[in-house]
Structures are given as C-alpha cells and as structure tokens.
C-alpha cells in the first residue's frame, strides 16, 4: 500500500482539504498507515501534477479542497482489485532482538520482553477511543474502517499477551537452571 491509494481512497469517499486528509488519517488510518503533514501535501502535489486529483475548491489562506478524478478512480480500483498486497511485514527488529536474548542478563531479557507487553497496552490504549468515534459515524469509510482498527486491536493484544507468556517463559528457564545464566562477559568498546 502507499500514501498515495490512502488519498485517492479518501478523496474517493468524499472531496477535502489536507488538513481534513490529516484529520481522518488521525482518527482512522493511522492505526494501517501513518501519514506526516509534509508526506499528505507532497503526495497531494504528485497526484494532482499525475492527473489523479484535482483543485476542486480554492479558500482562504489558500486552503485548497481536492478532489478525485476518473483517472484517479480508475487507479484506486485497479490497486484495489488487481494488485495483491505485499506480504505482511516479514522483518520484525523486535523479533530479531528476541532471537539474541540469550546475550543479555535474564533479568534484561525480561525487562525486555514487559517493554515489549507495554507498548502492545499503550497501543490499545491509544487506538481504543477511535472505535467510539468510528462507532458513531455511518459511511463507507467507517464501516470499513472498523475492521481495520479492530485488527489494529487484536494484533497490539497479541503482542501484549505474547510478551508476557514469553517473559513467564524465560523465568521458567532460569527457575530450572538457577545458577547457570553466566553473566555476559564486558566487551571492549
């Protein structure tokens, strides 16, 4: 996926503004794809240079509202229906370090693992109220956005719930083996 089919799937639902972009982009897609101001306004000047959108309304302060074209159209429909998506996310730098948790103190492994737990929370935390408001809105973009946060939610507690098995796990190990964690040796910087 690209910022650029999250516009044209946004601007196919209705006209906006980038900051009204910004603003569905905060309370619906951020949880799949997360957009900065400049990111928004830069792929906004691309699409309208490609003939994908275009100036729809001008305000003041130079507030422009865009809009899609046919072209455009025509585009999110081919992506959407004739392009697969790339695979889910095969590299994990969080995974990566669990494979080397045997390089640090157990204790460090642990602790590790808990930060791990609590960033899965802080996510749920964050993402939870979205499903309130998505809740209390009834078009395309919110039925359909539902499903999206709601992956968004059982994959954060899934990576709550795996941190903390996996931190039970490595105390498991060390209540078998008490004495035996060598301390990693200090290396030379």
Do not use: C
């Not at 081919?78 to 969080?94: C, F, L, Q, V, Y």
């Not at 045997?102 to 791990?116: D, K, N, S, T, V």
């Amino acid at each position: 996926m690209s910022l650029r089919h999250a516009l044209l799937g946004l601007l196919g639902q209705s006209p906006a503004s980038g900051y009204d972009l910004l603003k569905t982009f905060g309370i619906s897609l951020a949880n799949v794809w997360p957009a900065t101001q400049s990111q928004v306004y830069a792929e906004l000047g691309r699409l309208a240079d490609a003939g994908l959108v275009e100036v729809s309304a001008e305000g003041p302060r130079g507030r422009k509202e865009y809009a899609i074209t046919e072209a455009g159209l025509a585009e999110l429909r081919h992506w959407m229906t004739e392009t697969d998506p790339g695979p889910i996310a095969r590299r994990s730098e969080m995974l990566l370090r669990v494979f080397f948790l045997g390089q640090i103190r157990p204790e460090q492994a642990r602790a590790y693992l808990r930060r791990q737990a609590e960033l899965g929370e802080e996510r749920i935390k964050k993402l939870a109220p979205l499903k309130e408001v998505v809740e209390k809105m009834d078009d395309d973009l919110s039925v359909y956005g539902r499903l999206a946060l709601d992956w968004g939610l059982r994959f954060s507690a899934m990576q709550r719930d795996w941190a903390l098995w996996a931190e039970k796990e490595i105390e498991k190990e060390i209540e078998k083996k008490p004495g035996s964690a060598p301390e990693p040796e200090a290396r030379p910087e």
